[in-house]
């Protein structure tokens, strides 16, 4: 099994041998995806989105609105664990243009028991 360093590398390769073509096969999901990528006002939302991307791939029993452990569910995650873990190391190793730190707890959510939506 693949851990979450060998998919981002994996996704990161198969992504480059192909810049023409998306494989996101849901045209909505697809737009919306390019919609918060293409931001380059708050690049906190790409960085959160791989971050719960990564986690739901690692992990597909957790629910990706509840990246919070503090919701109490069995399918909450730790969401700054994700992104400290796997994210922070792959925007620096491949000088993306996203923030340099986590997306995951700006002062706004971080209290927040239940699920985003």
Known sequence: ??????????????????????????????????????????????????????ATIDRPDVDPRKPYTEIGDNDAFSGRSSDEQYITRFVHDHRLPLNPTTAILPPAFRHWNRPRT
């Open 1 to 54: 099994m693949d851990t979450p360093d060998d998919m981002l590398s994996n996704v990161l390769k198969r992504a480059s041998e192909n810049m023409t073509q998306s494989f996101i096969g849901n045209t909505d999901i697809r737009e919306r995806v390019e919609y918060v990528c293409r931001q380059m006002s708050n690049r906190a939302c790409a960085r959160l989105l791989m971050a719960w991307m990564v």
